[in-house]
C-alpha cells in the first residue's frame, strides 16, 4: 500500500475521523475475511463474528494505533488472531457445558432434592469435573456479590462472621445475602440445567 495512504489512515484513526476507519475497512474487510476464513475453516457465521469483532476491537483502540509497531495490516491481523482465540476458547468452554448438562440429565436420583438442599448429592457426583463446569458456570451467570459470598462460604470455608468483617457488614446481613445468594443459584443451576422443580 502506498505509504502516504498509510500515513494518512494512520493518523485520521489516531484524530478519530470516520473517512480514516471506512478507507481502512474497504482496504482489508475482504483480505481480513479471506484470511480468517482459511485459519478457521468453520462456518461462515463463526468467520463473520469473528470479521466483525476484530473491526469493532479496531474501533474501540484506533486511537492508539503506533504505526512504529507495525503496519495497519499487522495491527488488524493481530486483533484478528486474539479474535480467533477467543472464538475456540468460547467453543471449548461451550463444548464443556453442553457435555456436563448431558451428563446431569442422564443421572439417576433425586435431583431436585439435591437442588434445594433437602438431600446431598453422593460424593461421586460432587466431585466430578462435569459438576464443577455446571458450577462455574452457573456462579458466572450470578451478580458479583452472590458470587464473592458463595465462594467464600462454600468454596474457602470462610466463616459468616470473618466475611461480615471483610465487606464490612453484620453477620445477620450477610446470612441474609447468602440465603439470597443460594435461591439465584438454584434458580440459575435450574436454568442451565433445564430442570423444573419436582422434575
Not at 12 to 31: D, I, N, P, R, V
Not at 41 to 54: I, K, L, R
Not at 77 to 91: D, G, K, P, V
Amino acid at each position: 500500500m502506498d505509504q502516504f495512504i498509510h500515513a494518512e489512515i494512520a493518523q485520521g484513526l489516531k484524530q478519530g475521523s470516520c473517512s480514516a476507519w471506512f478507507k481502512l475497512y474497504e482496504l482489508y474487510a475482504e483480505q481480513l475475511w479471506r484470511n480468517v476464513a482459511r485459519l478457521m475453516y468453520c462456518d461462515p457465521v463463526s468467520v463473520a463474528d469473528v470479521v466483525q469483532e476484530t473491526f469493532l476491537v479496531a474501533a474501540r483502540s484506533a486511537r492508539n494505533f503506533d504505526h512504529r509497531r507495525g503496519s495497519l495490516w499487522v495491527w488488524l491481523w493481530t486483533i484478528a488472531q486474539r479474535q480467533i482465540a477467543l472464538h475456540y476458547r468460547r467453543e471449548k468452554a461451550k463444548a464443556a457445558r453442553v457435555k456436563a448438562q448431558q451428563w446431569w440429565c442422564s443421572l439417576d436420583g433425586q435431583k431436585a432434592d439435591w437442588i434445594d438442599g433437602r438431600e446431598k448429592p453422593p460424593a461421586e457426583v460432587l466431585e466430578t469435573d462435569e459438576m464443577a463446569t455446571l458450577v462455574r458456570h452457573t456462579l458466572a451467570e450470578l451478580p458479583a456479590e452472590y458470587q464473592m459470598l458463595l465462594t467464600s462460604k462454600y468454596i474457602d470455608g470462610v466463616a459468616v462472621e470473618q466475611i461480615a468483617e471483610q465487606i464490612s457488614s453484620s453477620s445477620e446481613a450477610v446470612r441474609s445475602k447468602l440465603a439470597r445468594a443460594r435461591k439465584a443459584f438454584r434458580r440459575v443451576f435450574r436454568k442451565l440445567t433445564q430442570l423444573t422443580p419436582g422434575a
